[in-house]
């Protein structure tokens, strides 16, 4: 379905980007239109601009034909649409070329980067400088990109761990071409741009996060300096009762600046998918996994109905002033609560063998699960949470792990909370009820954003392979969605399936569309995305 | 030079509100009109809205008739304008009549505010309840308003200090007299309106501050648990070349989280003007008061080159490590460190008369200035910074102090520059050069935001009685900011006497005007607020 504007634009954008940028190879494409879950959407073509002045070329082209197009950074937004854009006939423009890190600074604690440098590069930069920054990693691949995941306002899990907070200096490029710095970034020889959020003037940095006003080209993140000590801790409950308890007592500790970083609690679905994949030899190919089914392998494998795991980040005496506050805190509140170092983690990688040896005790299988999570905490990437994509496949995971590629089928659902633990038990209830009525395992985590709000992080996996499973999933999130905005909750991040959910059809809206018209007049980025799809449209989306 | 327009608009509003908040009488504008430096705006009328509905009113009249509105919250503004308007010929919207506290929620800490709230109410507030929540509080008047100081993007004291960054939830009226409500408020019964800020979608917050795109109705402000310990420090420099030490040595501390809260260092004569009107016998009437006179004043007033103050907060165990870790910080560093709790500062004011008729060191005089910011690093608003305004006066403070009515004469100007003492110690010289070269003693503080940077604020101090102070403090104002733009540093906040700061005729400043247009098609909200004044409009205005 390529007509003349089409043909016009990518002749135009060949005679800019080179033809070797412009992919239009079938199988290239439909790599860019596959992601966890059925979508529709058809990409035409994949611009691939080198450096920002050539991503303003290519928005100049898309707006002077007046077709689409999507950003993509490296496109592993899994769960939430992978790089498929929010509309059909849209062509994809991928930032991934723009990978350089363009300052560095150790004593002011920030490095800028483009939109194509990866958590990987990052962490391989800063070793490589033998600095003592730490950078924050989410639970994402290690090639995922930076910019993506901050403008997106991704979570990590050290005292770093709301990426968009700690940003600062954008590059954007707007629709029509132009391009603008936000902060003190736009003043000239700005000593401060680096170092400041808010600039002079209104702050604008909120209106290119999780929205379709610009492509992010440049951006400085802070980082956070090693601190002389630091310990991870890890906890588990047994009952589904102490849920609440718990909450309301991180929470309190979170509030008071104990905790400085976002505490990860997961159930007992969400450890087991960590460590393993679906039983289907066990359960003689019968899903899902009932809950009685789950309490007996919770009970075999060692696992609580819910486990946590947060970082202690200062000096020796701060953080053993930390510990003893949490022991106090969860004391009769868990089942077990271990403090774990580096030092303690080498030992215990090094005698996990002899103690199997000696007690039976299958040390290493929870060092496999601890040690991804035990890294994140200090800002160290890592691809093993990737693997419970594969949960519900009857082949194990390949090497090279690609959940798009390989039919695995993930939906997140992320709705924000109160951090009070009535209302963490309450959604729990409701999530798991939906979910297991659907056929599929409530894999659940609660993150503590802060003392105030939990972001709760809903996996539907399944195996897009089986016939109708899709069409099931997607059943299952619109269930989810529908019963938490019922209870008063709502997304914190939206999948490309679901951008409806950003619009009410009120005066927000309209001042939302208004902005959008004024700086995109041609409509040509992103369309679809964080706004809601027009009904006469999405009739008609696909073909 | 009231206008047709301007008949049919007051007609209008007078209707919409009753006469009697429809204020046009001389004395009223006269008292608005004037702030603490020259400004030839005038003001036609004051409206005075009871409610959110009746704001939309007084911006559909104003769009109706295209008369200009500006939104003042209590119009404690001092140094930056006051409720001056950025241009002539603009209605005032006076919003103190909206001082209802909405919401307050103990566990979760927040209270939800309109804008007439100002800081001393919401202390009452929590103390009525004895509530355990401290709010965060600025130098400014106790009068003034919470959200005029947040969407002005003020700071203070706590860990709270960054005011905007512990908000959320806006209610604004755009100036056509739509409503929104920005992140989670605009979803029905959304649970997490109060307690998180993005929302979903572009965040729009940032929008609303430094600008003239809505007026705030309404806001959340987040609160802070009282910790179990709190103690106050002190400490003091008597020479300038330890200004970069202390500023290196804190900025890490600020950087590694021991210090939570923003730190404030004042120069020798910020604290001078603290204590004392301005020696008129002494130097004979000349001004400034030169280098040579201050060292002599810091000696037989025991005052350092540098004095700076700070909070700590935690469990007692968390306090002493952060003053063991200060203590060595600081070591060699300053010629005075010392500690302050409430029990050591009762003792104090218990025991002053007599420590002084033995000892002959009257330490009232210094309890007078340490007990207000004691006092800020807890959140308590204080009136004493207002005195200062008064240092140049040939007359002591009234009672009931207020800068503009008195003709005190203040403008500051407050660049933001990287925590690197190398930088801070370079401004230090060079406003000090321009402003005694000026006639006026160059008072600074510097506060460190977070670890990278820090606000700078600058008094120029002077008698608006004296003919020609106006125009020669306004010269030094703009000798300041040459300088400082020069060396790669810019305003975090802008007076009404100099928003062409903030543009720079440049794409950023077509994308703000075009915003502008769109959210304000007939230009009536506070035209020239933190936009440029067109050249023609600026030659023609005044009356």
Redesign the interface.
Known sequence: MIDVQWEDALTAWRASLGSEFVITHPAALSAVQTTTFATRQSVPAILRPASRQQVQECLRIATRFRVPLYPVSSGKNWGYGSSVPSRTQTAILDLSRLDRILDFNE????VTVEPGVTQAQLQEFLASRKSNLWMDATGASPFSSLIGNTME?GFGHT?YGDH??HSCGLEVV?PTG????TG?S???????A??????????????????N?GVVTRMTI?LM?A?ACFQAFFFRCDQESQLAGVVESLS?LR????L?SAVHIGNDYKVLAGLQQYPWHETGGRTPLSAELMAAYRKRLQIGVWSGSGGL???P??VA?AR??IRAALKGKVNRLAFLDDRLLSLSLRYAKPIRLLTGWDLSQTLTLLQPLYGLLKGLPTSQPIGSAYWRKRTPPPTDMNPDRDGCGLLWFSP?????GE?AAQVRAAIAEIMLADGFEPMISLTL?????ISCVVSICYDREVSGEDERAMACYRHLVERA?E????????GVQSME??D?H???G???R??K???DPAGILAPGR??ATPRTRAATAGH
């Open positions: 004593q002011l604690a920030y306002r005292p968009f907070a707007l132009e391009c603008i710095e003190y736009r003043f000239p020889n700005a000593r401060s680096p170092l400041h959020r808010w600039g002079l003037g209104a702050s604008l940095d909120g209106l290119f996060s999780q929205s006003f802070w300096p601190p309190q509030l008071r600046g104990t400085q980040y200062g000096t005496r701060q002033e003893r506050l924000v909370i109160p951090a009070t209302e954003l802060n003392g105030r709000a905005n209870m008063g909750y709502y997304s914190y991040r939206l959910e950003v009410r009120d005066s927000y309209e001042l939302m208004q902005l018209t004024t700086v964080y706004e």
